[in-house]
């Protein structure tokens, strides 16, 4: 018996030799379509990785919400349920008021102002996801918001009652503020959302209503550029402090290609999913001034109790970005 336990233990001892050192499976939840360029952007990634670590991490991207449900991601990998995952940061703004910096209403309006302003914020969001126990690898952001109808809109008085989609603290504000009725949805959910009469309206870019066909059961997006938020792809921090510094080496590397990868992807997503929208059957148009100028005011609300929240580190972000 004694002579079996030997050799039992000798056979593990030689199964364990012949793999490569620390060879780890990593599952990355992702929320949205598998062919959306951001988790297409991932799973580039995560190939990097595997490929990088010469298979010691294997990354394996789970799209759509199929791992956890997006709302489900950011705790999953905060505590160790999983060690890497997606998630959009605005949709965590409630957490702490910085994860909604990219969510101020009217600020950037172009992947270029925006870009300008996350290079500003982003330490701050680093230090954020840090207090949450999580290392940020990399973010990539959607392209500008508009606004989705099942009807000609020129005005706010013309939202009164609507069930509006929100997916983050300040879209279900400005529905509040706007007279709408706002229920939260992933996008994962939204295609049946619309179907069953859940929502009949929401803010988003046209990637997500292209991803979900919504011209099935809408008819009008409105361009308002209001903002640019970004999805943030994060490590639990313990699993990313038990890396030697070879694979937080690749790690990084393969991160700073993605995030330059996913900027080129979603500019250019832009343009194909608004002609996507249009060949669907949707009228798609720059909001009217009346409109606009209602939004605008409701922004400028939006942007000072953001700014009361967020406090002197917000404050700040924002007047440097001014100032520059
Ligand atoms: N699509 C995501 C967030 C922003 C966007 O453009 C969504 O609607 O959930």
Known sequence: MKKLTHLMAATALTATAAMPAMA???????????????????????????????????????????????????????????NIGERLLSAHQNENPIYGVDSIPFLVSSFDEHEALWKIAQPAVKKALKEDNLHYLYSVPWPPQGLYFNKEVNSVEDLKGIKFRSYSTATARMAELTGMLPVQVEAAELSQALATGVAESFISSGATGYDRKVWEHLTHFYEVDAWLPRNAVFVNMDAWNGLDDAAKGVMTDCAAKAAEEGLTRSKEYTQFTLDGLKEGGMTVTRAGDQLVGELQAIGETMTQEWLETAGDEGSAIVDTYKNQ
């Open 24 to 82: 780890e499976k990593w599952d990355m939840p992702m929320a949205y379509a598998a062919t959306n360029f951001h988790s297409e952007v991932g799973a580039n990634f995560a190939n990097c990785v595997t490929e990088g670590s010469g298979g010691a991490i294997e990354i394996v991207t789970h799209p759509s919400g199929s791992l956890f449900a997006g709302n489900e991601i950011m705790r999953a990998v905060q505590t160790g349920q999983t």
